[in-house]
């Protein structure tokens, strides 16, 4: 190590380090050997194998995931500008993978993904939308907010509020109590609403960041949306859990004759419907209330042949190891149905954005449901996230959001 630096070491198993050397950030306590001392919950540790220094990183005693490395440059000094440089590096990241007005919208900061364990800030034009979700974060939250606004500011962009949505369990987990509200600058008045519309591939949505899923918005499926829309000229659209009503209409944008969106909730529905007369589509959409699975199960067995092109994104089906069998059948009854109702020739688009449903099993349910379907179908694209959600190739825990379109031959 080129500089000393004053923190308690901790020692870690040749598994662990065999993990971090290959760029994963994570050490388990179960991996931690020894501690010099006994670190304070949200402090940094340095931590070695043998003699070996591999990096320093946040502790947490509560946590299954006893120790997050933030760093790997052992001259490294965890000040503001440090945390300034960092989330200046992020931003100029997005300028670069999310030209133009796409930078106005999407995510700044993505975790692991950018050195910042358990940080998400998502960028909604001059509001930013947080979820912090480990405690080191969790007390560094000032002087990252500090280093956002002044990282905008050199961007000639005056951020208006920084809302808070620290509602996610897995806060539990590391110690952490569960809120949300807008986070108070002395210098700066929080702005009297949480929703703010912003524009996506051309399309205007309303966002509200306190009640919206997530931090207000998908913001993942920007590219796979636009990629969906380029083959609906012309196709009559069923777009199943439409949520806010996003794939819909982006199809109907791009010239769909017709798109009847679902989601089994009202207030969701109530939303994309005010989207749509945002955009003067209003006439172009029927909007239905229904549980999909219901919906798909009626048309399926009516034998209808109402559509030429279904789009199915669901929620998560598993938020864990445990229920991957169970959400697999999930996956597979909805697109078994979904590829009956369809006409050969026929377009489908269908995903996964549960990290657990690996790629691998979620291509193996497609053919499966393909088989069962009597159906062969024809790979026109295979995507992911978007850029702005930056996938680490030795981090799994990165990598969620699995899009596919095919044509049904």
């Known amino acids: 190590m080129k500089i000393e630096r004053n923190y308690i070491k901790a020692s870690i198993t040749s598994k662990a380090e065999k993990a971090l050397k290959s760029g994963h950030p994570w050490v388990y306590v179960d991996e931690i050997i020894d501690l010099s001392s006994t670190p304070e919950d949200g402090s940094l540790v340095d931590v070695f194998a043998g003699n070996s220094w591999q990096g320093t990183g946040f502790y947490n005693s509560n946590s299954k995931i006893a120790i997050r490395v933030i760093s790997r440059n052992s001259n490294d000094k965890f000040d503001y500008d440090f945390w300034k440089r960092r989330i200046a590096y992020a931003i100029n990241y997005r300028k670069t993978v999310m030209p133009g007005k796409d930078f106005n919208c999407c995510r700044i900061i993505h975790g692991e993904a950018d050195m910042m364990p358990g940080l998400t800030v998502d960028r909604y034009e001059d509001l930013l939308s947080v979820e912090v979700a480990s405690l080191g974060m969790e007390m560094l939250r000032p002087v990252i907010y500090r280093a956002l606004r002044e990282a905008f500011a050199v961007e000639g962009i005056n951020i208006r509020g920084i809302y808070e949505r620290n509602e996610i369990a897995l806060r539990q987990k590391e110690g952490l109590e569960l809120y949300k509200g807008w986070y108070g600058f002395d210098d700066i008045s929080n702005p009297i609403s949480p929703e703010i519309e912003i524009v996506e591939n051309g399309i205007k949505y309303l966002v509200d960041v306190e009640n919206g899923q997530k931090t207000g918005f998908f913001l993942d499926q920007k590219y796979n949306r636009a990629a969906a829309a380029r083959i609906a000229q012309g196709k009559t659209v069923l777009d199943c859990f439409t949520h806010t009503g996003s794939?819909?209409?982006?199809?109907?944008?791009?010239?769909?004759?017709?798109?009847?969106?679902?989601?089994?909730?009202?207030?969701?529905?109530?939303?994309?419907?005010?989207?749509?007369?945002?955009?003067?589509?209003?006439?172009?959409?029927?909007?239905?209330?229904?549980?999909?699975?219901?919906?798909?199960?009626?048309?399926?067995?009516?034998?209808?042949?109402?559509?030429?092109?279904?789009?199915?994104?669901?929620?998560?089906?598993?938020?864990?190891?445990?229920?991957?069998?169970?959400?697999?059948?999930?996956?597979?009854?909805?697109?078994?149905?979904?590829?009956?109702?369809?006409?050969?020739?026929?377009?489908?688009?269908?995903?996964?954005?549960?990290?657990?449903?690996?790629?691998?099993?979620?291509?193996?349910?497609?053919?499966?449901?393909?088989?069962?379907?009597?159906?062969?179908?024809?790979?026109i694209e295979k995507r992911t996230q978007a850029p702005d959600h930056p996938i680490l190739l030795n981090v799994p825990e990165t990598f969620y959001l699995k899009f596919f379109i095919y044509q049904v031959v």
Do not use: W
């Open 247 to 379: 794939f819909g209409l982006n199809a109907a944008m791009a010239g769909a004759k017709k798109v009847v969106s679902v989601d089994i909730s009202d207030s969701a529905i109530k939303m994309a419907q005010e989207n749509a007369r945002r955009n003067g589509l209003e006439n172009n959409i029927d909007y239905v209330c229904a549980d999909v699975f219901d919906y798909l199960t009626e048309l399926s067995e009516s034998k209808r042949r109402d559509f030429d092109y279904i789009i199915l994104d669901p929620p998560a089906f598993t938020k864990s190891r445990d229920t991957v069998n169970s959400a697999e059948r999930g996956y597979k009854e909805i697109n078994l149905k979904a590829m009956k109702m369809l006409p050969r020739g026929g377009y489908l688009a269908t995903c996964s954005c549960s990290h657990f449903m690996k790629e691998d099993i979620f291509e193996k349910m497609i053919k499966s449901a393909a088989y069962d379907a009597g159906r062969t179908l024809r790979q």
